[in-house]
């Protein structure tokens, strides 16, 4: 009876341990229902986003622009970051944030299973919601796949993208994107933008001191942010170089000298308030032909022909010119008058600066290149030049006489006045341009035609529309400081007009050339013609309009304008190198005041700046075909006797005027 016992009471313990154990597995059995099932119903319901997007990482990049020395003077962006290949980056650099954020990332497969128990018992304690634990991928997939909010179910989120990033990509691909898209404070994202904003240089160029700083801002930017909380930096820098040794990426004695080098900071990222107008007009130009999500976004470098050094000096000039202006006290109205200024190379149409107004900040109207007005007599080159390529020379006479000539309407008279209502009789073409006599500028266009001045100017460069009527020969049709100043490089080239550039190069993200810049130089003059306008029109700063233009060591050539009620001021100028044009005016046609003329109010302007750009003693080049004869200015007449009162003037070997004798003048010519 008691064996009996004993084996029924073995065979209900047997009993019992296979119930426990069935109980067990219907448990196990249970919980992984529910887990497989809480899987199945958080895939369905979370919404986790799709991660094929990240094969084709292409963040928002900040787009540059540099200036003619590839310096850079202003950058555009949504989020201030540079994209870098992980293989350009020092080798140190990856490795430091592995060691800071993650150090078991080479070995876990997107999530590590401890530090998120870890993680978890420390939050649930303490009762936060904290994002400690976090992967570097996790990191990732927060950051460009998820909201910031912190939620648990945010965390399960990301660590089922983090798992499958980990499966879809390879380590190294999600250090290259975490490295370019994480923020560092500063505006910076990514590790390049951060180098640049904290020590000047690009990620490329970080040393192993720089790069522990770094490797310490993801966790809290703004408390470790080396321009707020120092003390902390070298904390935090101080863990970082140690996790490094720890890991065995670095030796001890690597890590002490690291910590003990000294620390250069980045100046802020400032745009040059000298460039506001240049670098206005390059964005304005990439937004118009690329899109403003190429300018933000697309991470472009954009080369420019700034020059800087001049860029200074051209706003500095014009500050004193308008300074000066209300130093003069004239009777004017209320308000400091608007100037602008464009310089460009004479024979590339590179422009060097650009001022657009007095103040950017005030106003970011671009006088220069958008503001159309009346050039007044800076127009009249055009149709002198003309007359020149046409029949006439230097020593052609005109007239210079009150003019009555029927008017716009029936019954009407209209009647060009000269400045001052002064008048010279008979007077050589030379003199009217130097002494900018409007009766004969009438009647030269009468003479020639309106067609063959508006074709001219066209080709010039003058898009604006131009007035069919004899008032063309006043400067009444508006146009650009811009299209003006480019005109007056085809007197300055020989008769080659250069197309007025900004940019030399546009270049993607990628190293994708998109622009480049060719030169474009049209001729649209001929040689001998360009140069007798350069002649005249060195006369006009030597002794006509624009003496005040007057004192460089080179060869210079230009021409004022002023219009009616001293509404305008200009002055076109130019040497063998650089063309120059300067306007000064109100945006409301007010008057400038009585006598501020374009050789008063714009041509110390124009001094002032051309005297910072190169002073070698340059004359313009002189085409074969032309010769130099002794001119009586008044008559234009070449008698011996009078050779005191001459002026040497350019003609054409095979246009040259008669001697008083009626004789060609051959002997007297200058070579």
Known sequence: ??????????????????IHLALYLLFISFALTIGIAVVLFLFLT??????????????????????????????????????????KMPKDLPLAFVAAEDARFFEHAGVDAWSTFRALLHNLRTGARGQGGSTITQQVARSLLLSPEKTYSRKIKEAILAYRIDKFLSKQEILYIYLNQIYFGEGAYGVDAAARIYFGKKATELNLAEIAILA????APSRYSPFKHFD?????QAYVLNRMADEGYITATMARKAYALPLLWGAPLEADDDSKYFVQYVRNYIQSQYGAKALTSGGLTIDTTLDQKLQKAATAAVGRGVAKWVVRGAKKPAGLPQAALIAMEAQTGKVLALVGGTDFNRSQFNRATQAKRQPGSAFKPIIYAAAIKE???????????????????????????NYRDEYSGPTTLKSALIHSKNIVTVKILQQIGLEPVRRLAHDMGISSQLDKNLSLALGSSEVTLLELTGAYTTFANLGKRATPVFITKITDRNGKVLETWQENSVRVLDEPTAYQMTNIMQGVIEEG??????????????????????????????????VCGVWMGFDKKLSLG?????????????????KKTSQKKESFPVPEGIVFLPMDQENGKFDPDNWDRATWTAFRKDRMPLTENQEHPEELAAP
């Open 1 to 18: 009876m008691a064996a009996e016992n004993t084996s029924d009471s073995g065979r209900g313990a047997w009993t019992l341990n296979h």
């Open 46 to 87: 979370l919404n986790i986003p799709d991660i094929s997007s990240l094969a084709s990482y292409d963040p928002p990049a900040t787009t540059v622009i540099l200036d003619a020395k590839g310096k850079q003077v202003d950058a555009v962006f949504l989020e201030n970051r540079f994209v870098v290949p992980l293989d």
């Open 216 to 219: 310490g801002l993801p966790q």
């Open 232 to 236: 902390l930096t070298k904390k935090r």
């Open 391 to 417: 029949t006439f020379t230097p020593a052609s006479i005109f007239i210079d006489e009150p003019l009555f000539l029927p008017g716009a309407t029936p019954g009407t008279v209209w009647q060009p006045q």
């Open 545 to 578: 309009t624009g003496k005040k233009a007057g004192g460089l060591p080179q060869e210079t050539a230009g021409k004022t304008g002023t219009t009616d009620k001293y509404h305008d001021a200009w002055f076109i100028g130019y040497t063998p190198e650089v």
């Open 594 to 610: 009585n006598n501020e003329t374009g050789g008063q109010a714009c041509a110390p302007i124009w001094l002032d700046f051309m």
